[in-house]
């Protein structure tokens, strides 16, 4: 079975400052790697997503992750973020060919300080 | 409005009752899913089903009981609710195996109080 770690709980960070938030998966078998976003009081939405080809994934709003795969890590990074960004963000795995499940990590808060 | 919703959005119930979790999609896809959100745990898969008709349990399974009659619902059913059945609930849908991604959209979620 796949899991994942996210090594920190809680990510603070003043605007405009560079920030990388760490993932990290285990699974014996080829898989997909996502990062969701959760804003307060809302359901989980897909942030970028790896599925195969290119190790390095980019999102429409600045963020980027690369797939490592001897590492096996995944880490989402921003170069500059804003306040708009402070959100709790969930990585995610699940085996590729065909499977659905997906498992979760158990999230990183991002605090974006003025 | 297409997509996924959830009701009700906020309950508070007493221990011992039954508390029903609706989910609806409008995008037909095959897959559902049923998670709860805890401090400490992140999203834990409850229940999840690959079309009408199949459930299949998740990683917590206990004290839930899911159905699926139509493709486009996915009621959980807690029988006799316990306080640490106190949670966020989510529902979330996936498109079926030819367009696996695992990519999956969720709903805004059910918070339940259990005294």
Redesign the interface.
Known sequence: AQSVT?LD?QVPVFEEAPVELRCNYSSSVSV?L?W?VQYP??????LL?Y?SGSTLVESINGFEAEFNKSQTSFHLRKPSVHISDTAEY?C?V??SG??????????TKLQVIP | DAGITQSPRYKITETGRQVTLMCHQTWSHSYMFWYRQDLGHGLRLIYYSAAADITDKGEVPDGYVVSRSKTENFPLTLESATRSQTSVYFCASSQGLAFNTGELFFGEGSRLTVL
Do not use: E, P
């Not at chain 1, 009081?41 to 897909?46: K, V």
């Not at chain 1, 065909?98 to 498992?103: E, F, L, M, R």
């Open positions: 996210q709980s997909y996502f969701y009081n809302q359901g989980l939405q897909l997503k599925l969930f995610a699940s085996l065909g499977y659905q499940k997906v498992t979760f990590g158990t999230g």
